[in-house]
């Protein structure tokens, strides 16, 4: 372990921590061993996003401190659905497209952490190194019978209706086919505590209820002890989850959004929330991180730039980090900032035939749904209208303008919506 530091006070000092099933114990465990855990990763989707980073980071940090981290992809538990923090319930999905997700989280984990092999009597062959496991190896061929009889009798409805990942439900309807999900979720925490020797569970803080109860199942089918921790969600100053962008969510995979959009988003957050990205989503460190996030006015653009940077290149590799910071700085210039070192290249762009912009043109709002600025013309023209749109430096007064040739510099046109949204077009 680095410097005999203990992890759990690393975490502690970032504001990861929100709650503990076993403060102190949990604490000298981290430090005097290393402690096998996992964290749980639902594919309902085909990419990670980053609410799923934050989980990724405490695996990282777990991992740099000699701690064995459990990858579990639930292809089995995403066949029912996690009813935690919704108010309506999940579209159900066919195997095919849930193992195919489940494929595609593991290309991404694979950036992430350093995996290992599993000995034959389950437990890592190299304490510290990851392992991946699926919970659809044991809860797809489920006996219902044999496991309501086994594990089910352990569970109190009383209790489970009393669940913060039931409550917001209740008054809309909880089905029963969610109502399982705790079990299912508490089952995962046993399988792993007897195959592999895992005695932590950790999870975002909405898992709560789910943790504290697979934790409650091993020791009563086993009469062991293990423990649950959960982390904060990341959320902006004013208590809203971070992550969503005009177009969505924010996604790890670079087809879904591209190194650029994703460094923009973090060089965009507001002022406020710029020591809780650094502290959460970057190995800075934290005089570092307090010095950085005490910058003001001005000078915090420095900070949010260190902040993207750093975590583009988490996610995508230092030379896409490079080339989206060199796209931010060529788009700085072009409206109206010093530019200095930035190179157009990496600007997001399309090439569009020169004969579309003679006579009348192309329509401008027409030519921002065209390259992605807005998803429709109503956007557009509110965008307009607003005083949120630019061509170069200009701004736009006339929703029903026209873009000409005549309007292009050098062959290329820098289109921007609000502080954010940038485009390149360039005539071929």
């Given amino acids: 372990m ?78 029912i659905g996690d009813p935690s923090g919704r108010t309506d319930m999940r579209n159900m999905m066919t195997r095919e497209t849930i193992m195919e997700n489940g494929r595609r989280f593991v290309q991404l984990f694979e950036r992430f952490l350093e995996f290992g092999e599993i000995d034959p009597d389950g437990r890592p062959a190299e304490p510290g190194k990851a392992i991946l496991v699926n919970n659809a190896d044991w809860l797809l061929d489920l006996n219902y019978i044999d496991f309501i009889r086994d594990i089910g009798r352990h569970f109190s409805v009383n209790n489970m209706l009393r669940a913060e990942c039931f409550k917001s439900r209740m008054e809309k309807g909880l089905s029963f086919l969610e109502f399982n999900y705790m079990l299912m979720q508490s089952y995962d925490f046993l399988e792993l505590y007897k195959r592999h020797g895992c005695k932590m569970q950790f999870g975002g803080d909405d898992q709560w209820s789910n943790i504290i109860s697979g934790v409650d199942l091993v020791r009563r089918e086993l009469s062991e002890q293990a423990y649950g921790m959960t982390f904060a969600l990341l959320t902006t100053s004013e208590g809203k989850k971070m992550g969503k962008t005009q177009a969505g969510a924010l996604w790890l995979d670079a087809s879904k959004v591209s190194p650029y959009e994703f460094y923009q988003y973090w060089r965009n957050v507001e002022d406020a929330d710029v020591r809780t990205c650094l502290s959460m989503l970057t190995f800075l460190p934290m ?142």
Avoid: C
């Fill in 2 to 79: 680095p410097n005999n530091v203990n992890v759990y006070d690393v975490m502690v000092e970032r504001g990861f921590i929100r709650q503990t099933t076993h403060e102190d114990e949990i604490r000298k465990l981290l430090g005097e061993e290393s402690v096998t855990f996992y964290v749980g990763f639902d594919p309902t989707a085909d990419s990670l996003h980053v609410g799923h980073f934050i989980q990724v980071i405490i695996m990282m940090w777990m991992q740099k401190y000699g701690h064995t981290p459990i990858v579990l992809v639930g292809g089995g538990t995403t066949m």
């Fill in 287 to 428: 005089d570092e991180v307090e010095r950085l996030a005490s910058l003001k006015d001005a000078e915090i653009n420095t900070a949010k730039e260190v902040l993207a940077f750093e975590v583009t290149k988490l996610v995508h590799g230092e030379d896409e980090a490079l080339k989206a910071q060199d796209a931010a700085r060529a788009l700085f210039g072009a409206a109206g900032g010093s530019g200095e070192g930035g190179d157009m290249e990496n600007v997001p762009t399309t090439e569009i035939e020169r004969a579309r912009f003679s006579g009348e043109g192309v329509g401008l709002v027409n030519l921002m749904r065209e390259v992605g600025l807005i998803s429709s013309n109503s956007e557009g023209f509110r965008a307009i209208g607003q005083g949120g749109v630019f061509l170069g430096n200009d701004k736009v007064q006339d929703a029903k303008m026209a873009v000409k040739e005549k309007d292009f510099t050098d062959g290329a046109l820098i289109v921007r919506k609000g502080k954010k949204a940038y485009h390149r077009v360039v005539l071929v």
